[in-house]
Structure formats: C-alpha cells, structure tokens
Antibody, heavy 120, light 110 residues
C-alpha cells in the first residue's frame, strides 16, 4: 500500500524545537518531491515547505523561513522537518504529501498528519 | 490573506452545477504554473481532485472538472451529491519555489 506516515508532533513551549518525520512505503521514495502542509485549528491549508527528489529544489513559506529546515534521507525513505523557535501560530496539524510529478505538481498521496501544539 | 483567492462558500441543490473560482496573479497562475484542486473532509487527509489544471486522478468522477485561463482557474462540479459537501482548495506555485493554497471554499449541498 502506498502511504506516508508522520510522527514527532506534540506539545512544546514557545521558543523550543521539534522535529517531525514522515516515512514512506509502497513507492520509490527517491523518485518524488515531498512537501509539508499544515492546517491550523479552524483555518485552511497552508503550504509549509517542499523538497525535490534530489534536494536541488527546496522552498519555504515566508512564515517559517529561517526557523524550519526540511531534509530527506532517501536511503531511509524518510522526510524531516526541523522546527526551531516555535511560535503559538505554528500550532497545527502537519501533513506530509507527495508531489505526483516533480516539485511543482499536485499532491497525490497524503499522510494522516501529526499534531503540533505550541503553548506555555 | 491567501495569495490565491477563493470564495469562502458556495452552495447548490442536489443535481445542480456549482463553480468554484481561484484567482491568482501574474506571479503564480498567470506565470504558467499549473493549478491543482483538493477536496477536504473533516478528520481526513485532503484528496487530490484535479491536477495540472484539468486532469482527474483515477477514481475521481467526471462530475469534477477543472479549467484555467490567464490568472484564474475554476473547479466545476456537476450533478451535485450530498457526499460532495466538503471544503475545496486550489493550489499553485510561484518562481520562489513556494507552494500556494487558496483560502478554501466550503461547499454546502442544500
């Protein structure tokens, strides 16, 4: 079965760090770009970051630029999101999602999400 | 405020046709970047409905169709069904490798 499974979410204080992971199975991970997308409570979807299959293209939303770092380990079929200097407005359900064909493509496979709550 | 603008809500009776618009700019949709559409039901992961402006993934009914013109795109849903009630999001990209989502449109089936 083709799937993505996120982990690493939790409750964290403002200013602290958290590292999210996304493990892929059922497809050739290194052939696809992968993105992080989040949804804050009562809000819409917000694109957070993306990384191409060979890491040549990496992008960040303005809201996380300089604080979040995306990376991938193709040998482990894994994607990561290192989140530093967390803010209450980073509270959201974080999804990883696969680009069906290249970096700027639609996202055809999504995980179920991992919840991040930033609060003192 | 989202870079891509969608109406907050649309509604229609069963069997009717509704259209959801997505307006961008010359920096994203108008620059030639494809538009993709998602259906999002509460408590579930978003589902890709349309990719590359007008293409449907396998399994998506042909009641759903997409189009793009200039700096805008549209999602049309014909033969509305109760199960279509959901939030719908458009998505595109820009030259800075940023992904962009519209603010979302809540579809109510009357």
């Amino acid at each position: 079965e083709v799937q993505l499974v996120e982990s690493g979410g939790g409750l964290v204080q403002p200013g602290r760090s958290l590292r999210l992971s996304c493990v892929a199975s059922g497809f050739t991970f290194h052939d696809y770009a992968i993105h992080w997308v989040r949804q804050a409570p009562g809000k819409g979807l917000e694109w957070v970051s993306g990384i191409s299959r060979n890491r040549n293209s990496i992008g960040y939303a303005d809201s996380v630029e300089g604080r979040f770092t995306i990376s991938r380990d193709n040998a482990k079929n894994s994607l990561y999101l290192q989140m530093n200097s967390l803010r209450p407005e980073d509270t959201a359900l974080y999804y990883c999602a696969r680009g069906y064909s290249g970096y700027e493509s639609g996202l055809d496979i999504w995980g179920q999400g991992t919840q991040v709550t930033v609060s003192s | 405020q989202s870079v891509l603008t969608q109406p907050p809500s649309v509604s229609g009776a069963p069997g009717q046709r509704v259209i959801i618009s997505c307006t961008g700019s010359s920096s994203n949709i108008g620059a030639g970047y494809d538009v993709h559409w998602y259906q999002h039901l509460p408590g579930t992961a978003p589902k890709l409905l349309i990719y590359g402006n007008y293409n449907r993934p396998s399994g998506v009914p042909d009641r759903f169709s997409g189009s793009k013109s200039g700096t805008s795109a549209s999602l049309a849903i014909t033969g509305l069904q109760a199960e279509d009630e959901a939030d719908y999001f458009c998505q595109s990209y820009d030259s800075s490798l940023s992904g962009l989502f519209g603010g979302g449109t809540k579809l109510t089936v009357l």
